[in-house]
Nanobody, 128 residues
Framework: QVQLVESGGGSVQSGGSLRLSCAAS????????MGWFRQAPGKEREGVAA???????SYADSVKGRFTISQDNAKNTLYLQMNSLKPEDTAMYYC??????????????????????WGQGTQVTVSS
């Protein structure tokens, strides 16, 4: 079955960087669009970045210019490079696989979570 396992979370100071990874297994990696989502305490889950199998990307406005999504199809692994981190980036970060294109996944998968597959999440904490 589809399995998504996130890693790379941690605690950093404001302005710092982290790189998240998501190892995918149990399916043909290129079959799905991939994305990163986050959920802060008391807030709804939101899309952060998404990438199509052809490499096309979509980003939330709040992370444009600071975060970069990428993937290694040979390793079935998704990445999220996060730079210039802010306290408001503090959240549980989730990897997801679902229908594309990336723009749809970013905006709509959280409203239709059963349309995709989700990892268990990795915590990112940014202190000021």
């Amino acid at each position: 079955q589809v399995q998504l396992v996130e890693s790379g979370g941690g605690s950093v100071q404001s302005g710092g960087s982290l790189r998240l990874s998501c190892a995918a297994s149990g399916y043909t990696y290129s079959s799905y669009c991939m994305g990163w989502f986050r959920q802060a305490p008391g807030k709804e889950r939101e899309g952060v970045a998404a990438i199509d199998s052809d490499g096309s990307t979509s980003y939330a406005d709040s992370v444009k210019g600071r975060f970069t999504i990428s993937q290694d199809n040979a390793k079935n692994t998704l990445y999220l490079q996060m730079n210039s981190l802010k306290p408001e980036d503090t959240a549980m970060y989730y990897c997801a696989a679902g229908p594309g294109p990336s723009g749809w996944l970013l905006l709509h998968l959280t409203r239709h979570p059963d349309f995709g597959y989700w990892g268990q999440g990795t915590q990112v904490t940014v202190s000021s």
